[in-house]
C-alpha cells in the first residue's frame, strides 16, 4: 500500500487526505487526471479561477473522508474525484452566465453521462491497466460536492 494513499486508517494520518490525490496508479492514470482537471481549469472564467483553486483545497479533505466509508480494507488514489468537483462547480458557473450558458450544460451533461453510465454498468466504463482500480463513489460524492460549493447553503446579500 502506498503510504500517501487514502485508507481506512487516514484520521489517524490526516495528510492522506490531500496526498491521496496527488498519488495515482501509474503514468496512465496521472495523465488522465491530468487533462480531466484541466478542462474545467481552463474553461473557468479569469475571475473564478483563484476561487476554483481555493475550492479544490478545501474540497479535497472533504471528499476524502466522504470515501473513507467506501474505502473499506483497499485504498483510494488518484484525483478524478476532484476533477468531478471541478467539473460541477465550473459547469454550474458557467451555465448561470449568459454568454456560456451551452458551455456549462455541455460539462454538467458529460458529468451526468459519466455518472449514469458508471451507475448503469456498476463500476468503471474505460479500460484500465492491470492494478487501476476505479472508484465509482469518488465520482459521485466529487460531483454532489461541486454543486453543495456551487449553491451556497445562504442567499447573498446585494448591496443596494
Known sequence: MDPLALTAGALREPWRLWTCHLVHF?????LANAFALSV???????QDRPRLLGMALLAAPL?????????GLGQ????SGLACVLWAWVGIRL??????????????????????????????????????????AA????????L?????????????
Not at 455541455?106 to 472508484?135: C, D, H, N, T, Y
Open 26 to 30: 501509474g503514468w496512465g492514470h496521472a
Open 40 to 46: 474545467p481549469l481552463l474553461l473557468a472564467h479569469r
Open 63 to 71: 471528499l476524502s473522508l466522504l470515501l473513507l466509508g467506501t474505502v
Open 76 to 79: 483510494y488514489c488518484g484525483a
Open 95 to 136: 451555465a448561470c452566465r449568459r454568454e456560456s450558458t451551452f458551455i456549462g450544460f455541455l460539462m454538467l451533461g458529460g458529468l451526468l453521462l459519466k455518472l449514469g453510465a458508471e451507475a448503469a454498468l456498476v463500476g468503471s466504463f474505460l479500460i484500465r491497466p492491470e492494478g487501476w482500480q476505479a472508484l465509482p
Open 139 to 146: 465520482h459521485l460524492w466529487g460531483s454532489l460536492l461541486g
Open 148 to 160: 453543495a460549493f456551487a449553491f451556497p447553503v445562504w442567499p447573498r446579500v446585494s448591496q443596494a
